[in-house]
């Protein structure tokens, strides 16, 4: 098999794009978008899997994982790890027979580098992973309609969790004490978009959002706890400024419906106070039909009318 240009855009996908893994749909849409069938990308991905650049899900990883969905996942396998850390610098030879201890080597290479080598999918956090290469695609797909806007910098939920920030929170007891409480935080994701005429006007341009893609299962109390540590705790932080390089930002919390919205958008008033307008929600349904960036989908706590993240002038 030669190896193709396009096997590495595809490997650098789910590495750099996907945080360790992509869908079938995924690499269809961004691999081969013109195509009237799958036999092109099906022979493609089975010579790459053939070769262990990449892996594939089967029946059992979801029965095993009880996972509902059933896309078809791919992530790096052996070959495909060395070939990513052999490209940012790693002078490690490939070896045909991968003993666990090469793979480990492989492993320590790329956090060297500050990526992981995810060797099979979190199942059990599946659908949220693949919505957060949705909602990556699409705010791409959002800014290639904004001539005037440019996206800076994409940071991963791997990022957070292996180098996370402590932040201290204080909050009021049930009998009107003080408490104070440390959490780290750990986004989902974080992305900064730049407005390149303020920019070249020498003024202030770069607007920077941290994710929380809250998929309807964890209990309120522990949201808030989110919350608490995530919102002005964490924005007005120097741990923060001294990570993103100033203390401006937004929290942009995704959720699975109205209801559910309704409910936490209270607990961030109630616990988080003046400072729940460092946060703004939407629903997956809302976002996934309409311009995630330009369309009015965003609601602030306390706000009447939700609003776009970039007014459309």
């Given at each position: 098999m030669q190896f193709q240009e396009r096997d590495g855009e595809i490997l650098k996908f789910i590495q750099f794009i996907g945080d360790g893994i992509a869908s079938r749909r995924h690499l269809r849409e961004i691999f081969w978008p013109d195509a009237k069938t799958d036999r092109a990308m099906d022979r493609r991905l089975s010579k790459l899997g053939e070769k262990s650049y990449i892996r594939w899900s089967t029946k059992t990883h979801y029965k095993s994982a009880g996972e509902p969905s059933r896309e078809r996942i791919v992530w790096l396998g052996p070959?495909?790890?060395?070939?990513?850390?052999?490209?940012?610098?790693?002078?490690?030879?490939?070896?045909?027979?991968?003993?666990?201890?090469?793979?480990?080597?492989?492993?320590?290479?790329?956090?060297?580098?500050?990526y992981r080598w995810l060797r099979e999918p979190k199942w059990i956090q599946?659908?949220?992973?693949?919505?957060?290469?949705?909602?990556?695609?699409?705010?791409?797909?959002?800014?290639?309609?904004?001539?005037?806007?440019?996206?800076?910098?994409?940071?991963?939920?791997?990022?957070?969790?292996?180098?996370?920030?402590?932040?201290?929170?204080?909050?009021?007891?049930?009998?009107?004490?003080?408490?104070?409480?440390?959490?780290?935080?750990?986004?989902?994701?974080?992305?900064?978009i730049v407005n390149?005429?303020?920019?070249?006007?020498?003024?202030?341009?770069?607007?920077?959002?941290?994710?929380?893609?809250?998929?309807?299962?964890?209990?309120l109390e522990r949201m808030s706890e989110k919350f608490l540590a995530g919102g002005p705790a964490y924005i007005n932080s120097h741990a923060f400024a001294k990570r993103f390089g100033?203390?401006?930002?937004?929290?942009?919390?995704?959720?699975?419906?109205?209801?559910?919205?309704?409910?936490l958008i209270d607990k961030v008033i109630e616990k988080v106070g003046p400072g729940a307008k460092a946060f703004l929600f939407t629903t997956s349904q809302k976002w996934k039909k309409e311009n995630v960036l330009t369309s009015p989908i965003w609601l602030q706590p306390e706000g009447k009318v939700p609003g776009s993240l970039f007014p459309a002038s």
């Open positions: 070959r495909g790890a060395w070939w990513l850390a052999h490209k940012l610098g790693s002078p490690l030879n490939y070896l045909d027979k991968a003993s666990e201890t090469w793979k480990r080597r492989i492993e320590k290479e790329l956090r060297s580098f500050g599946l659908r949220h992973d693949l919505e957060a290469i949705n909602f990556r695609l699409a705010v791409e797909s959002a800014l290639s309609r904004m001539p005037d806007f440019s996206l800076e910098e994409w940071r991963l939920e791997s990022c957070f969790r292996a180098d996370y920030d402590t932040v201290e929170y204080r909050t009021l007891g049930r009998g009107g004490e003080l408490k104070r409480g440390m959490k780290g935080v750990q986004p989902d994701g974080y992305f900064m390149m005429v303020r920019h070249n006007a020498g003024l202030s341009a770069r607007t920077r959002f941290l994710l929380e893609l809250d998929q309807g299962t964890a209990d100033d203390n401006k930002a937004h929290w942009l919390v995704i959720t699975t419906g109205k209801t559910r919205m309704k409910h």
